[in-house]
Structures are given as structure tokens and as C-alpha cells.
């Protein structure tokens, strides 16, 4: 079995070029199938996310070819199919090919996606909303088969600001003759890169941003090409590693604007952040201090996916900080990895309280789910002795070249297999 090998208490020192977001890269692949036109996705990360995206592209007839960092999608002969269950399992945002499905071919049919296990994932958001716009679901969740019955535009209210459901309705209502109104609609700044996208294909969207998006639905959509934005999530793992490592620290390529929550944690912890332009640089020489409370929020809130980046950046922090987890029902799987490297962590329903200890010692651990797992390899990047990380895969989901950049930064890392 293969793990990566880290000889931990190095401070890490260099400049990384952040990649494009595995979170807009997504659903950006699946809008590509919109138009029978060429289109060119520019910036994607080599992620297995990504080539998982390209996967169902190709299952659903679609050329897609890769060239460097660009992905060329010519959807002209894409026929339709059933997105069987081996494809859906591999991600959560393989849902959103239900909406482009359903905009291309006015039916889909697809099993229950999958992803990491952060608790109770439904769809129920996803299946209302479009229902709302004359939807017809049957099947059970290994099997669901969704037809337009008539496609009318209307006012949608989503109950929470799902990302993925506001991210179908736009798929999806780009092929309404009408107007689709969607009220609390999320405002990640992914959205906004798909309705950039969407526009660019020639759809009128207006609200991009906001709780309330307008589709004037129903327009021919053409080729388009478009960069994907960067990574927000990367950002703040490699700036919680920096933080919990000490040293010095440039991420380029990035945009300081979209992680200010998670910048004004990092800076109440005792980092000294300097930004400029696209480069975010984090400088650390002195001991770490606990930060209070952090709450999860949708954006503009303190990212979800950062909390497991943070609490281990915390470990060693002096005092007690408290990390609320308000967006999914069980998202603190990483803790027990985190204890094992002596990580003081106590849970009380959805709020972890992690207690400063002096030092963290090699450990064995298990990557629980993408964030958690860069968690715990932030944890033994500061752990005294060489720990072993497992479940590499689930990492190279949604970081590329990881382990390249960890060495690139000083760390002492090794893949090994044993
Ligand atoms: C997306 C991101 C993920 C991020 C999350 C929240 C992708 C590929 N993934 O996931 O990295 O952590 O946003 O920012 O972009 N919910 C329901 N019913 C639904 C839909 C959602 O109850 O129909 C609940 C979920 O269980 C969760 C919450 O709403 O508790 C937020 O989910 P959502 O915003 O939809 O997250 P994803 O799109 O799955």
C-alpha cells in the first residue's frame, strides 16, 4: 500500500503557483456539454476530479481531449446516456450533469452521486427546485430518471444555499423559454465563474453574486473559452500548512479577495500576511495563538472546506479555539486522525475545541476525506519524527501536484510502499 512519508518539524520556505478551482472546474465541464460548438476550458488542475468530469463527458459522446492545462470539449455528437453508477460514485459534483443533461437532451438519467462522506449529502434541494420548473423524477436513487414534462420558467426558493443545487438550476434553466428567478441561491465565487461561463456561451444571467440569480432562459448557446478562477480551497490549505509550519511562505496566482475570513483567522493567530495583487504571502516566526471561535458559513463565511486545514494549523496554537461546523451534519472525521499526533481535540456536537499542546509526534494516519486528509498532513509536516500518511488518492482528488509542492516548500516527504 502506498503512504507518504513525512519527516515533520521543518519550516516551510518558497513560492507555489496555486491552480485553477477543482470547484468551478466541475461544473464548468459540465455546462461544456450545452452546445453542440467547441469548447476550451483553460487552467484546469490535473486532479481526479477533473479527469472524472472528463470521463462522464466522453460516456455521454463527447470528444474531450486534453492539451497541457487545457481542456477541449466538442459536444456535436453527444447522443445521451444513463451516467452509470461507477462514474456518479467517484464525486459529489457529477450531480451537476443533471442539469446540463436536461438543458442538452431534456431527460437524465443518473444514480446517486457520490463524494466525500461529510454527513447526510441529499439531493432534495436539487429534485424541489427543479420539479418547480416542471421536472418529472422517477427511479430510486441507484436508478433516477428526470424528464422535462414542460419546461416552464417560474420563482424558485431554495430552503439553504446549495452550491450544487443553484449550480443544476442555472444548467438547467439555461434551456428554459422564460424566466427562472432563483431566491437564496448560493454566492460562492465558483457560482459566479459559471454564470461568467454561461454568459460567455451567450445566456443572459443577471445577479451573478447575489442571493437572487435571473435566467432568461431558452437562447441557442454557442462555443466559448474560458479560464478557470483559482482555487480558493488550495489557497487556504497551503496557508494553514505555512501557519502550522512557520516560515515564509508566497502562494501566486490566487486572489487575496476571495479568502479574507480565512486571511483574518490566520492573521488573529499571529501570521504576518502580506498581499499583493494575485500572491498571498505568509510569514510566521513567532508561536502560534488559539483564535477564539471560527464558524462555517456559506460564502462569504468561513469556508466549510477550510475548518479541517485550520484546526489542524491550531494544534499548536497557544490557548483554545473553538471551530463551529454550521454547513454539513458531520464533518469532523479528521479528528481522530488528528489525536493520534496528540492533537488536544474535544467534540461537542458541532462544535470542536482544540487545546494548544507543546508538541505534536509522528504519527500513522488515514485521509478521511479530501480536507481532512490535507489536515492530517499538515499535522505531520509539524509532528516531531517520520509519520506515514495513507489515502493518497483522496487527496489527489482535489490537489494537484501535492506532493511536488510540498517538496518544493522544503518538506521532507517521501512516497513509499509497503
Ligand atoms: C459544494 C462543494 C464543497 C463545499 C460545499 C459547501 C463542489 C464540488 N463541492 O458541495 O466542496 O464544501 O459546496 O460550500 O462544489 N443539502 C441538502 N439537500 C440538498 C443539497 C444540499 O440537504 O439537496 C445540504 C448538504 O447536505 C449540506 C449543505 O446543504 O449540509 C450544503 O451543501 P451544498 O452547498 O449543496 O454542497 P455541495 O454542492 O455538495
Not at 455528437?77 to 431534456?106: D, H, W, Y
Request: one cysteine or more.
Amino acid at each position: 500500500m502506498q503512504y507518504l512519508a513525512v519527516r515533520g518539524g521543518k519550516p516551510l520556505r518558497g513560492s507555489i503557483p496555486i491552480h485553477g478551482a477543482k470547484n468551478s472546474v466541475l461544473p464548468l465541464l459540465a455546462a461544456t456539454l450545452l452546445t453542440p460548438e467547441r469548447c476550451v476550458i483553460t487552467g484546469c488542475p490535473e486532479i481526479s476530479d477533473a479527469t472524472a468530469a472528463t470521463e462522464i463527458l466522453r460516456h455521454l459522446g463527447c470528444t474531450v481531449e486534453w492539451r497541457g492545462a487545457s481542456v477541449i470539449v466538442d459536444a456535436s455528437q453527444a447522443s445521451g446516456n444513463a451516467i452509470p453508477s461507477e462514474l456518479m460514485g467517484k464525486m459529489r459534483a457529477s450531480v451537476t450533469f443533471l442539469g446540463a443533461m436536461l438543458s442538452r437532451f431534456g431527460w437524465g438519467r443518473l444514480s446517486a452521486p457520490g463524494g466525500c462522506r461529510l454527513g447526510v449529502r441529499p439531493i432534495n434541494y436539487h429534485v424541489a427546485a427543479l420539479e418547480a420548473l416542471g421536472v418529472k423524477w422517477d427511479g430510486e436513487s441507484e436508478d433516477w430518471r428526470c424528464r422535462w414534462e414542460a419546461r416552464f420558467g417560474g420563482e424558485v426558493t431554495l430552503p439553504f444555499p446549495s452550491v450544487g443545487a443553484t449550480e443544476n438550476l442555472l444548467l438547467a434553466s439555461v434551456s428554459v423559454p422564460g424566466v427562472v428567478t432563483v431566491h437564496n441561491a448560493a454566492r460562492e465565487p465558483e457560482i459566479t465563474d459559471l454564470c461568467g461561463f454561461l454568459s460567455a456561451m451567450g445566456a443572459e444571467i443577471s445577479g451573478a453574486g447575489t442571493a437572487d440569480l435571473i435566467i432568461r432562459g431558452g437562447k441557442p448557446l454557442h462555443g466559448a473559452v474560458w479560464h478557470v478562477m483559482p482555487d480558493r480551497m488550495e489557497t487556504a490549505s497551503y496557508l494553514a500548512m505555512a501557519a502550522a509550519c512557520g516560515g515564509d511562505v508566497a502562494l501566486t496566482q490566487t486572489d487575496p479577495m476571495l479568502l479574507i475570513p480565512v486571511l483574518d483567522a490566520l492573521r488573529s493567530a499571529g501570521c504576518r500576511i502580506e498581499t499583493t495583487g494575485k500572491t498571498i504571502r505568509l510569514l510566521r516566526d513567532r508561536p502560534l495563538r488559539a483564535i477564539g471561535t471560527v464558524s462555517t458559513a456559506p460564502y462569504p463565511g468561513f469556508p466549510t472546506d477550510a475548518q479541517a486545514p485550520l484546526m489542524a494549523a491550531m494544534l499548536l496554537a497557544e490557548g483554545e479555539t473553538r471551530l463551529i461546523e454550521t454547513v454539513f451534519s458531520d464533518r469532523f472525521s479528521h479528528v481522530p486522525e488528528l489525536r493520534k499526533f496528540g492533537g488536544a481535540i474535544e467534540t461537542d456536537g458541532n462544535c470542536a475545541i482544540v487545546t494548544g499542546v507543546r508538541r505534536l509526534t509522528a504519527a500513522s494516519a488515514e485521509a478521511t476525506d479530501l480536507r481532512g486528509g490535507m489536515a492530517a498532513v499538515i499535522a505531520a509536516l509539524c509532528a516531531e519524527g517520520e509519520s506515514r500518511i495513507y489515502g493518497l488518492d483522496l487527496i489527489g482528488r482535489g490537489y494537484a501536484q501535492w506532493i511536488d509542492y510540498l517538496g518544493l516548500l522544503g518538506a521532507d516527504v517521501s512516497l513509499q510502499e509497503e
